[in-house]
């Protein structure tokens, strides 16, 4: 009993000291403060500001669309060399994962600066192009999207895509309505990875991003040495909404994979 009980208090102070900062912050959007340890009276100035200033909505719009690309290239990348990889020879997989397995360890700004290097410098790519951002958050994303996916495959039996060629689909088919298909949930957790990682990168990005552009991590970096005290403030709220958000997104996808197991067993 005390065992339990010394258990539930250590797993209590882990999440408090994981969720409190954020606590505090969620609850200080709500307020007329203008800085942490002074708290106000109750306000939803910070979310008006936050929805009604052209230069944050234009950030935050274009941060998303660059999420969203980049996820959608991760994961077509990251998928297909994880089949790849799981059909291929066991000196080939081993080789594989251990490339694999370096983008993932080596610092982001060592990516960052690599790419950097690479496209702009070496192969004068103009970053106002916005090529060399999409490819170094690419490169950043695709290891995740590969290790979400590759678990998934090694569930399968291996022999399913023969399997599925025996009994009357040609190749594609096999590919995209046997193994694809097996596979969603594994591909579905790694596009959620990359958009999480594409909005949380900071050295990559400020590597690589035009001059004019900015996301949420960049801008945010930055608004923390000049900006107006009303942005900054606002991004207070933003911070508690992307917090709230994400809640409800893995609320959402438990349920989603209790419900399915559940809907097995019967």
């Excluded at 403060?33 to 234009?58: A, D």
């Excluded at 982001?108 to 090529?131: A, E, R």
């Excluded at 951002?133 to 994303?141: E, K, W």
């Excluded at 923390?224 to 900054?232: D, H, Q, V």
């Amino acid at each position: 009993m005390v065992k339990k009980g010394l258990q539930g208090l250590w797993l209590g102070l882990i999440f408090l000291f994981l969720y409190l900062p954020i606590l505090i912050l969620l609850v200080y959007s709500f307020t007329k403060s203008t800085m942490i340890g002074s708290l106000r009276g109750f306000s939803m100035k910070n979310y008006v500001t936050l929805f009604t200033t052209p230069e944050l909505l234009n950030m935050i719009a274009g941060t998303i669309l660059l999420a969203l690309v980049v996820a959608v290239l991760a994961v077509i990348l990251g998928t297909m060399g994880a089949i790849g990889t799981f059909y291929s020879k066991r000196f080939v997989q081993q080789g594989v994962s251990l490339a694999n397995q370096i983008p993932i360890v080596n610092a982001d700004v060592v990516t960052g600066f690599s790419v950097c290097v690479l496209l702009i410098v070496f192969l004068g790519i103009d970053k106002d192009t916005y090529i060399p951002l999409v490819i170094g958050q690419t490169a950043l994303c695709t290891p995740f999207v590969y290790l979400s996916v590759m678990p998934k495959l090694k569930q399968l039996d291996s022999n399913l895509y023969e399997a599925a060629l025996d009994l009357g689909c040609n190749h594609r088919q096999a590919l995209w309505k046997v193994i694809i298909r097996e596979i969603i949930p594994g591909i579905s957790s790694g596009f959620m990875l990359a958009i999480t990682l594409s909005l949380d990168d900071y050295f990559i990005t400020t590597y690589t991003k035009p001059a004019v552009f900015d996301t949420i991590s960049t801008y945010v970096v930055n608004a923390t040495k000049g900006a107006r005290t009303e942005i900054k403030t606002a991004l207070w709220a933003l911070s508690s909404l992307i917090f709230l958000v994400v809640v409800l997104i893995v609320i959402s996808m438990n349920w989603k994979a209790g419900r399915t197991k559940r809907e097995e067993k019967l």
